[in-house]
């Protein structure tokens, strides 16, 4: 199955760059990575998607090495208004309509 | 174009009861997935939907949940003879359905029902 698996938690201070990384061994050879941020008491909304490399946008960067079985996401100088949880998002390799939400890793941004 | 619509926001039923949960997708979206999220847990999958069919439903309790997204009007989540252990979150998301499977498509979410159980 392709599972994924990220850390639980990470603290930071504001102003720091943080690296969260998801690892997915079993990821669908033409799907993308996708990585959602989830505010308490709100649904999840996109912040990045990915399928090789690096791609970079006005939030984040998404770093994905060739062979694409973990991805990391950075966020540049993080503030207090990052605190939220990460979740990453990868089809399954062996079942088309199948695709896996990871755990999610809270992220506590600290002043 | 509006968001994911979701409703109601909030929901309070006794044991017993019945819940039913509304969900429509955004303008040109046909797929649809439910989601539940307990106190202080993650996002756990439920059911993945096209317009009058169940794609993937291995995320639904096999009692009491059904899920059903018609040719008209929103999507449905039912929960029957509703339980405490079932107060949790319930995210409704939807994509185009326009590529290839869902790991393909972003999935846009709602600002989810808070379902309570006295």
């Known amino acids: 199955l392709a599972k994924t698996t990220q850390p639980i938690s990470m603290d930071s201070y504001e102003g720091q760059e943080v690296n969260i990384t998801c690892s997915h061994n079993?990821?669908?050879?033409?799907?993308?990575i996708t990585w959602y941020q989830q505010f308490p008491s709100q649904g999840p909304r996109f912040i990045i998607q990915?399928?090789?490399t690096k791609v970079t946008n006005e939030v984040a960067s998404l770093f994905i090495p060739a062979d694409r079985k973990s991805s990391t996401l950075s966020l540049p100088r993080v503030s207090l208004s990052d605190t939220a949880v990460y979740y990453c998002l990868v089809g399954d390799k062996n079942n088309f309509n199948k695709f896996y939400f990871g755990s999610g890793t809270k992220l506590n941004v600290k002043p | 174009n509006a968001g994911v619509m979701q409703n109601p926001r909030h929901l309070v039923r006794r044991r017993g009861q019945e819940a039913r949960l509304r969900c429509s997708p955004m303008?040109?979206?046909?797929?649809v997935y439910w989601y539940r999220q307990l106190p202080e847990e993650g996002l756990k999958f439920m059911v993945y939907l096209q317009k009058e069919n169940i794609i993937d439903e291995s995320g639904m309790p096999k009692e009491r949940f059904s899920a059903e997204f018609p040719k008209e009007g929103p999507s449905i989540l039912r929960i029957q003879q509703v339980v405490r252990g079932d107060s949790a979150a319930y995210f409704c998301?939807?994509?185009?359905?326009?590529?290839?499977?869902?790991?393909?498509?972003?999935?846009?979410f709602g600002p989810g029902t808070r379902l309570l159980v006295l």
């Open positions: 303008k040109g979206h046909s797929h």
């Open positions: 079993n990821i669908a050879t033409n799907d993308y």
């Open positions: 998301a939807s994509s185009p359905g326009l590529a290839g499977g869902p790991g393909q498509e972003t999935q846009y």
């Open positions: 990915g399928y090789k």
